[in-house]
């Protein structure tokens, strides 16, 4: 990812919690508490969870994503129709959270990016063994916990990469920028050293909460989707959001 765009992802997570009001100490208690169940050499009993494995799966899905002819990136605004209307075969798709639910080809799936919101959609894909890229933040540390305890009792745990937004250096686990599922998508993909113009964003819009978003209060969502079009404004993709 370009240098220019570095520093801006990141320092944006600052900008989001000032105006929010939350709490920098509570996204690093979540982000400590993930990496200290994750230092094990087989955390919540999943070998597959593991430092190695972990970094393993992220250079799978670096090595993924950078070949692809096109990365597909989906939002929670999507439908039906904007998904059948487009050829998604000459790429690969990232999800973002509760997105997931709406795609049916799931072996195109690169990774699922998430805050553990998406529910219940989420359990049914990482069933099936798929990437996730879970993030750690101030309100979501019972969210995660309970997904991890489900996950490990499955017979092929998610691939699991590990996020946070924390400027700190927490082993283990790596800050990749943005707030939302959606645009932190993009930011994955960019730090991955995926070239922005080969990125097609899907199902993003400033204007309705998607129906494959979790459960919110609604005025507080229509804020945090403003704060994800500036990070995308950054980045060179907004004229791909429904604004």
Known sequence: MADIFDT????IQSSVRDFFGWAYSDD???ALSVSKYFEQIAPFGVEKWGFENRRRALNSLQQRLTSANNVFIIGASISNNELTSRNLSDGEIIAADGSVGAIGNHHKLACVVTDFD???YLDDIAELGVCFVTHAHGDNQQRWLKSFETW???ANPPELILSHQVNETIFGMDNYGGF????RAVCLALALGVPVEKITLL????????EWSGQTNKEKKLQKLNWMFKILQTVGLSEQIEN
């Not at 199902?203 to 998607?210: A, D, L, P, V």
């Open 8 to 11: 801006a992802l990141i320092e």
């Open 28 to 30: 690093l208690d979540s």
């Open 118 to 120: 998406g529910h219940p």
């Open 152 to 154: 490990k009792d499955f």
């Open 180 to 183: 939302t599922d959606g645009d």
């Open 203 to 210: 199902g993003f819009s400033t204007k309705k909460i998607g």
